[in-house]
């Protein structure tokens, strides 16, 4: 069984949608995506900055209390 598939009007190369007039009205959104490698060093560095700070806290921590080490 075959199907037919008929464009009626064609796509513009500036992702416009034309109404009857051909008119522009509006455009549709561009979805971007991160590559993986952007999202890795993103990651890493959020992770590094999280257990930086983390042990900075620690450290006040343990100075504030009678258990300082020094």
Same mark, same amino acid.
């Given at each position: /069984?075959? !199907?037919?598939?008929?464009? !009626?009007? &064609? #796509? $513009?190369? +500036? =992702?416009?949608? +034309? =109404?009857? *007039?051909?008119?522009? !009205? @509006? $455009? @549709?959104?561009? %979805? $971007?995506? #991160? &590559?993986?490698?952007?999202?890795?060093?993103? #990651?890493?560095?959020?992770?590094?900055? *999280? %257990? /930086?700070? #983390?042990?900075?806290?620690?450290?006040?921590? /343990? =100075?504030? !209390?009678?258990?300082?080490? $020094?």
């Amino acid at each position: /069984m075959a !199907t037919n598939i008929t464009i !009626t009007k &064609p #796509l $513009r190369a +500036d =992702n416009a949608i +034309d =109404n009857d *007039s051909g008119v522009a !009205t @509006r $455009r @549709r959104p561009v %979805a $971007r995506k #991160l &590559p993986g490698w952007l999202w890795f060093v993103a #990651l890493w560095c959020f992770g590094v900055g *999280s %257990a /930086m700070s #983390l042990g900075f806290a620690f450290k006040l921590l /343990m =100075n504030a !209390t009678l258990f300082a080490v $020094r």
